[in-house]
């Protein structure tokens, strides 16, 4: 991990840098699945706030839960969904655009007034592809996505997940976790546009290195 490779972590398509992370406790409810899947996606939340040192609570007072989740089939089942358009803006047209790019997932953030996120919304197809990966890493892969605002193309073509050749377990990859860490350091700021935050936060990763 190079300051350059946590630089490009951060930087959208239009080459700008944009850092934000939590402000508040984060709230998760979970729509469309069964009570076994929901306690794994629950559990991932837990496991990587826990990692940030982040809190979670039973309620958000503005917005009753600030973190959803949506699990469905097709695209258009968002548009039955009561009261979501309130929540995302322009919702048939970015229904029709992700139905069209045949797309799989997506996510939506808000944010408060130091442009700390305040709310996200992570919604799901579960295609056939989707349907057959393991649960929990399934649910680890989007609680690390949405613990921190990243880049559009941070995961693209290596996914933050390990998988464990002695036990086949899905991990975390250690210096994605060394950099959520990092970024809810209590003396990192909440949000930043500038990419010298990439440099603080590179000075502030833990990663362990074999000795000479």
Same mark, same amino acid.
């Given at each position: ?13 239009? %080459? ?8 508040? /406790?984060?709230?998760?409810?979970? @729509?469309?699945?069964? $009570? ?12 990587? !706030? ?9 309620? $958000? /007072?503005? +917005? %009753?839960?600030?973190?959803?989740? *949506? *699990? ?7 548009? $039955? ?7 995302? /803006? ?18 939506? @953030?808000?944010? $408060? ?27 680890? !892969?989007?609680?690390?996505?949405? =613990? ?12 933050? +997940? ?25 003396? =990192? ?11 603080? +936060? *590179? ?10």
């Amino acid at each position: 991990m190079t300051p350059e490779a946590v630089q490009a972590l951060f930087t959208r398509n239009d %080459g700008n840098y944009t850092f934000a992370r939590w402000g508040r /406790p984060i709230v998760p409810i979970v @729509f469309g699945v069964q $009570d076994e899947t929901l306690k794994v996606v629950k559990g991932a939340i837990e496991a990587v !706030a826990t990692l940030a040192g982040h809190q979670m609570a039973e309620t $958000d /007072p503005e +917005l %009753g839960a600030n973190l959803m989740f *949506f *699990f469905f089939r097709e695209w258009e089942e968002l548009l $039955d969904v009561p009261d979501l358009g309130r929540l995302i /803006p322009d919702l048939p047209a970015l229904v029709a655009r992700l139905s069209q790019a045949d797309a799989t997932q997506y996510r939506a @953030f808000r944010f $408060d007034d130091d442009n700390a996120i305040q709310a996200a919304f992570v919604f799901l197809r579960m295609n056939e592809e989707m349907s057959q990966m393991p649960a929990d890493g399934l649910a680890l !892969a989007q609680a690390v996505q949405v =613990m921190l605002l990243w880049g559009d193309k941070a995961f693209s073509e290596t996914s933050p +997940l390990a998988i464990l050749p002695d036990s086949g377990a899905t991990v975390l990859r250690p210096e994605i976790a060394a950099i959520i860490a990092a970024a809810y350091d209590r003396m =990192m700021p909440v949000s930043a546009d500038d990419a010298s935050h990439a440099l603080r +936060l *590179f000075a502030r990763l833990r990663l362990d290195t074999p000795e000479g």
